[in-house]
């Protein structure tokens, strides 16, 4: 088409094709509702009449944004970097634009709503299941509480945190620590309650967790703890491993060894994870695979390819390292 030729219309391409405008529109936006015959067909007129469908008419007929709501409790550390990646790159293999709102621990109805005004669909993490449900948008829990009616894409936590524990007991130690805060979040309440089953399976009684949430500086404070005294343990198994490595550092900086007078582990397997001395033992989910399955999962939902709310689960991994008192493996640098 030269520069001078009007432009091609859908409704063009819908004649050429001999197709309505709405199955055109359905293969446009990569439906798996149409028949393969009639999608190459469609294709075949979008390249003949070298069709260039304009994002904004095409949302105003549709009444679509071609976007996806995000919403996180924050930004900070890397876990969030991981899922936020992990969820805009599928977005955009699925040519969807990812709008964001930190919602923080504070009530931030009013951001989420202005958001949902702007999106097809809203991704929600750290946020209550009743604005979820409030919301008159397509949803995608992110490790939440399983639900019959939401979409809610979490990883295997019980399973391998009990793992993870019955590992300490076979090096010995006795005197377990769970630090993290199980009433803050659906994932570390079920890595509690591995924990709790591990010591149940040998008759043990497991010490109340030191509530502490994942941030550095909150690493910092329970390591003072444990150099004054106030606390007295053999292990830590820590919620998350920004934990794990903020108390490592200063426990080591105060001369205590790790894992010689203490053994700690983690969970998330960060990059840094494999490059402190001695390696942090930990649980490696796959955070990235976790956005980037909502991002897939909401689209499903908004286009109607996805009729019905599924649960999914993905598998995690026991990493061994030095920190647990186990030799340093030659696979990590």
């Known amino acids: 088409m030269s520069p001078e030729s009007p432009a091609v219309t859908i409704y063009a391409v819908a004649d050429h094709a001999r197709v309505s405008i709405a199955t055109v529109s359905r293969v446009l936006?990569?439906?798996?509702?149409?028949?393969?015959?009639?999608?190459q067909r469609v294709l075949?007129?979008?390249?003949?009449?070298?069709?260039l469908p304009s994002g904004a008419?095409?949302?105003?007929?549709?009444?679509?944004?071609?976007?996806?709501?995000?919403?996180?409790?924050?930004?900070?550390?890397?876990?969030?970097?991981?899922?936020?990646?992990?969820?805009?790159?599928?977005?955009?293999?699925?040519?969807?634009?990812?709008?964001?709102?930190?919602?923080?621990?504070?009530?931030?109805?009013?951001?989420?709503?202005?958001?949902?005004?702007?999106?097809d669909g809203i991704a929600f993490l750290g946020t209550d299941v009743?604005?979820?449900?409030?919301?008159?948008?397509?949803?995608?829990?992110?490790?939440?509480?399983?639900?019959?009616?939401?979409?809610?894409?979490s990883t295997e936590n019980h399973h391998g945190a009990q793992l993870l524990t019955e590992h300490l007991f076979a090096h010995g130690l006795r005197r377990l620590l769970f630090v993290g805060d199980p009433g803050a979040a659906h994932d570390v309440r079920e890595r509690h309650e591995g924990f709790v089953a591990a010591h149940l399976d040998r008759g043990l009684q497991a010490r109340e967790p030191?509530?502490?949430?994942?941030?550095?500086?909150?690493?910092?404070?329970?390591?003072?703890?444990?150099?004054?005294?106030?606390?007295e343990a053999d292990a830590l198994v820590c919620g998350n491993d920004e934990l794990a490595l903020a108390i490592m550092?200063?426990?080591?900086?105060?001369?205590?060894?790790?894992?010689?007078?203490?053994?700690?582990?983690?969970?998330?397997?960060?990059?840094?994870a494999r490059y402190v001395r001695p390696g942090l033992t930990t649980v490696r989910q796959p955070v990235r695979a976790v956005g980037a399955l909502a991002a897939e999962r909401l689209f499903h939902l908004v286009s109607g390819t996805a009729k019905d709310a599924e649960q999914h689960v993905l598998p995690t991994e026991v990493v061994i390292r030095g920190s647990c008192g186990c030799p340093e493996l030659a696979t990590d640098p």
């Open 210 to 231: 030191v509530l502490a949430p994942f941030r550095e500086s909150d690493g910092r404070r329970v390591a003072e703890r444990i150099i004054d005294g106030d606390l």
């Open 249 to 272: 550092a200063r426990l080591m900086r105060a001369g205590i060894e790790v894992p010689v007078d203490i053994a700690v582990v983690g969970w998330d397997d960060v990059m840094t």
């Open 130 to 153: 009743e604005r979820v449900t409030r919301s008159a948008k397509k949803v995608v829990l992110i490790a939440g509480d399983a639900r019959p009616d939401v979409d809610v894409i």
């Open 29 to 39: 936006q990569g439906s798996t509702l149409v028949a393969e015959s009639t999608r």
């Open 57 to 119: 008419a095409r949302s105003l007929a549709e009444r679509r944004h071609h976007t996806l709501g995000l919403v996180l409790p924050e930004l900070g550390g890397p876990y969030y970097a991981e899922l936020l990646a992990g969820f805009e790159t599928r977005a955009a293999e699925l040519r969807q634009g990812v709008m964001l709102v930190i919602a923080g621990n504070e009530d931030h109805g009013d951001a989420v709503h202005s958001l949902a005004t702007r999106v």
């Open 44 to 51: 075949d007129a979008v390249r003949e009449l070298d069709y």
